[in-house]
């Protein structure tokens, strides 16, 4: 179904605020719980405190980045059921629309969340630098991107798992292959913007909404 705009606006938007609040308490409430869990680990895991430039890089690329895979991997999952599906595209609301929706909150809490960790490690006397935060953004949106395009082509939440993780753990053979998509580059001394793998991130962001779309 197509946005219907022949409703008057207030109620528009009033209904469309329904369908998100619900979809963000159903779906998104659980992963920011565990993704939370995540965080504070970190800092039990390796030890944040005085590292230089690359120690510092290590636990963003190898632990923190891996959030896109849980933000973002799985965002299609709730349509898997038949019955929710139903629900959801009985609105008056295209569902690509309810993805983007999505997509666009998810990424800002990954901006929130990174912006607010880097931070505590800069106050932990961490060499920390804006390249930091964009590495690991980027290699975050290009792992939760690959597993939506993943959960998109095979319409099974598995692969949204298991394809950017056989990705992830590809990189610790080094960048012989990988080269400009090493996600570990930063801790390997390299601080160069991640263009390819930012670009390539939000590429299969974009092309997962399509196929979804074309493939109801």
Request: with cysteine; charged share 15%.
């Amino acid at each position: 179904m197509e946005l219907d705009y022949s409703e008057s606006t207030p109620e528009f938007f009033k209904r469309l605020f329904i369908i998100l609040r619900i979809d963000f308490n159903n779906t998104f409430l659980k992963k920011c719980f565990i993704s939370i869990i995540s965080i504070f680990l970190t800092p039990v895991l390796f030890g944040i405190s005085n590292l230089d430039k690359e120690a510092s890089a290590i636990p963003l690329e190898m632990f923190v980045s891996l959030m896109g895979i849980l933000i973002l991997a799985n965002l299609f999952d709730s349509e898997q059921d038949k019955e929710i599906y139903e629900l959801i595209s009985s609105k008056p609301f295209e569902l690509y629309f309810i993805y983007i929706i999505r997509v666009i909150y998810s990424i800002i809490y990954l901006i929130i969340v990174f912006g607010l960790f880097l931070y505590y490690m800069k106050f932990r006397n961490c060499d920390i630098s804006l390249v930091h935060f964009t590495g690991t953004l980027s290699n975050a949106l290009f792992l939760g991107g690959l597993g939506m395009f993943s959960s998109a082509i095979t319409n099974n939440f598995i692969f949204s798992y298991m394809i950017p993780l056989m990705y992830y753990l590809l990189n610790f053979s080094g960048n012989k292959f990988l080269k400009s998509f090493f996600l570990f580059s930063m801790s390997n001394g390299d601080f160069k913007f991640k263009l390819p793998i930012l670009i390539s991130g939000i590429l299969l962001i974009i092309l997962a909404i399509i196929i979804k779309k074309n493939n109801k």
